[in-house]
């Protein structure tokens, strides 16, 4: 499989999970800097295969497909995501912090996913991380206005992907980890990695094989859009 952002968080959960199942994970990291991601790869070098890519940079997509020109995965799944710092309203918001959430969030994930789609298997599953904060149906209570703003851009995004591929066998599935307790998660958030991760993995693993395009939690239960 080949995991889109595992240096820390989420990612690296998903990693180690998929690792400690005995999957072989092919995991990118931003950079060149050292990162947990490393260490776990030090403890499970026959599972772990690190790679680099910045999701925001084209030329480093590009480069990335080269380097994986001879290779097919079963699933690829693309977890790449930041917040705005400090939170603030969407007209309170820089136009730079703007752009470089919604990048970062919406419009890198898809072009990873355009330039990498011809590495997974026809059949295979097409999966990012979402969040339940993209659902315009159940923002009753506003706050986090630009994270919102581009995990439901992300959302519409890939609904007019697979809009232009409904032919296809493939699974595409928008993930809701829950709000877990990671850096971009906070110390408050409701469930930790454990509680999480493992149950996303189980509910991508369920889906496979189920074509057209699933929003749903990491315990398998349908978002409202």
């Known amino acids: 499989m080949l995991l889109i952002g595992a240096s820390r968080g989420l990612g690296l959960a998903l990693a180690r999970e998929w690792a400690q199942s ?3 994970v092919v995991a990118t990291v ?3 800097d050292r990162t947990p991601l490393h260490d776990l790869a030090d403890t499970c ?4 295969e ?3 890519v910045d ?7 590009a480069a990335l497909h080269d380097r994986l020109a001879d290779r097919t995965f079963d699933l690829l799944f693309v977890n790449a995501g930041v917040t705005n710092q400090p939170e603030g309203t969407v007209a309170q918001t820089s136009t730079d912090e703007f ?3 919604m990048v970062t969030n919406a419009l890198g994930p898809l072009r990873v996913i355009e330039a990498l789609q ?3 298997e026809p059949a295979g599953t097409i999966g990012v991380m979402s969040s339940g904060q993209g659902s315009v149906a159940n923002n009753e209570r506003g706050g986090h206005e630009v994270y919102r703003g581009s995990k439901a851009a992300l959302n519409t995004f890939m609904r007019s992907y697979s809009a232009r591929h409904r032919d296809e066998p493939r699974t595409l599935v928008l993930m809701a980890p829950g709000w877990v307790r990671t850096d971009l998660g906070g110390p408050d958030a409701r469930y930790t990695i454990d509680e999480s991760i493992p149950n996303v993995v189980k509910t991508l693993d369920a889906l496979q094989g189920t074509p057209g395009l699933h ?3 990491f315990l398998g239960r349908t978002v409202a859009w």
Do not use: F, L
């Open 22 to 24: 005995g999957r072989h």
């Open 30 to 32: 931003r950079g060149s």
């Open 45 to 48: 070098a026959e599972q772990i």
């Open 50 to 52: 690190i790679e680099t």
């Open 55 to 61: 999701v925001t940079e084209p030329a480093q997509i």
């Open 99 to 101: 752009t470089r959430v």
């Open 118 to 120: 011809d590495r997974v």
């Open 215 to 217: 929003y749903v939690d």
